[in-house]
């Protein structure tokens, strides 16, 4: 960058922003609190290290996980983005069980003898059970989904979790940050 604006960790730090910063592209000065929580989490010495030993394709993509892991880590001391993968996981299974079931009723309701016109109240069930099937396979899907692209540049891990799962951290710990982790403020207060 150098000259004008220094990148988000040349301003952190206090130092002056060469042109060949390996920040700069990854950590632009108008989102400093991006840079700020990496740094809390990994320090900046170490993801200059891992920034520099990887290709430039593979750089922007690095960034985005170590942001979603320092993210994470700060939610969850503990267990980190290990933990909201675990519950993603937890909740795709299930759904599977629950379409599994329902997959079973509906099967159940078809191998009924049949008469020549259906009962309203089967139909009713049989109905019912298409409807929740529909639901339950595209629950499946969609956290499936998430699971496959969680370094997504603009995944927010609160979209992912429960409010109940977020604050699990016990409120007596003052290391723990309770708030938004992406909201913005001052980093010199």
């Known amino acids: 960058?150098?000259?004008?604006?220094?990148?988000?960790s040349c301003k952190l730090l206090r130092r002056r922003c060469a042109k060949d910063c390996v920040f700069a592209p990854y950590f632009p000065s108008d989102d400093p609190h991006k840079f700020a929580i990496v740094h809390k989490v990994f320090g900046a010495s170490n993801v200059s290290k891992m920034l520099q030993e990887l290709p430039l394709q593979q750089r922007g993509d690095a960034v985005s996980s170590l942001v979603f892991e320092a993210t994470a880590r700060v939610r969850?001391?503990?267990?980190g983005c290990v933990g909201a993968i675990s519950y993603l996981q937890n909740q795709v299974s299930q759904l599977q069980m629950q379409l599994a079931v329902a997959q079973a009723e509906i099967l159940c309701i078809q191998m009924q003898p049949s008469e020549s016109t259906m009962s309203t109240h089967h139909q009713l069930q049989l109905d019912t059970l298409n409807h929740h099937l529909t639901h339950f396979s595209s629950d499946i899907e969609k956290s499936a989904s998430l699971l496959n692209h969680h370094s997504n540049n603009n995944l927010n891990i609160n979209s992912l979790l429960p409010s109940q799962y977020?604050?699990?951290?016990?409120s007596n710990n003052s290391n723990v940050i309770h708030q938004d982790p992406l909201k913005r403020e001052s980093l010199w207060t």
């Open 76 to 79: 969850d001391p503990v267990y």
């Open 1 to 8: 960058m150098g000259g004008t604006s220094p990148c988000a």
């Open 166 to 170: 977020l604050n699990f951290a016990s």
